[in-house]
């Protein structure tokens, strides 16, 4: 245990010279405010996360080249400390190449599986000129201040396709989750569920995965994770035909709140460590909400004692983003380059 937590400090540049020790397996004393933006981006997922000390994680760049970017200026954020790329289709990467160009993140973790299109090419071009560094996708836990993340790695099953080798992400803040699953369908659902990644709820918020279609998320995934809300990542029109009708039965079937980005356009999400959290959309208006019928703005009081206060017992990564270096290196070995 001790070697990997070194490895991983080595990689990211922390072994040298130890930075103030925060233990591996605890983030500091959660306070404040926790903000997710899922922002509106068409038809795909590009999620900002920011903790209440200012550290910014960006899971997905949405399918446009630009509007990724475009929405993390807007939102203000002028750095990050950690890109992931759930799985290489471009309705998640399109937007990468841009805003690792714009930022230089440090370190970016992907499900390390290559894809042949020149949106991947693009991608992993600019993860290479900023330097920053390729992540495991394995199970273990980074910890960004207050805020956890605990890896869902992929299989690594080739053979399975891309939907189910996704990298996902159960954000923890105190007792509030989130959970991202980048498009996983029910074969990794259920390896994830086997394998005992997928945390029990009830969670607060969930994406929904695979943009609401009936192959995404299953019966079993959402019946233990429970969620209270879940943010659907789609855009309006979309060919796909998603958020398909059996997904929303199986949201509503666990009595979740749905906000979706193609109606409700940008959803803002902000969380307090007690597990209180308020969902705020771009246009909250009452003709809005008339007309899609949601509460575009709600408040849920924290949960009682059904909900046992987590730990961070099974942290093994320890994150330092700042500073670490970016000598372009990845801590598998794994040396992808173009062509
Ligand atoms: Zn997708």
Redesign the pocket.
Known sequence: MGRLVCLLALVLGACAAPPAPIPADRPIEPAGELEIHVLDVGQ??AILIRTPEGRTVLYDGGPSRTAALDHLRELGVESLDLVVASHP?A??IGGLAAVIEAYRPPSVLDNGLPHTTQTYERYLVAVHEAGSRLLEPEARTLTLGSVALDVLPPPGVASWGLNDNSVGIVVRFGAFRMTLGG?AEGRQWAWWLDEGHVPEGPVEVHKAS??GSRNGDTAGAIGRLAPRTVVIGVGAGNQFGHPHDEALALYRGVGATIVRTDRDGTVSITATSDGRFRVGTEDSSLSHRARTGYDSIESIPPKGDDHAPLGFTNGSGHFHPAGSGRGGGTDRGRHRRRG
């Open positions: 795909g997922d289709h309705d998640h498009d695979h943009h």
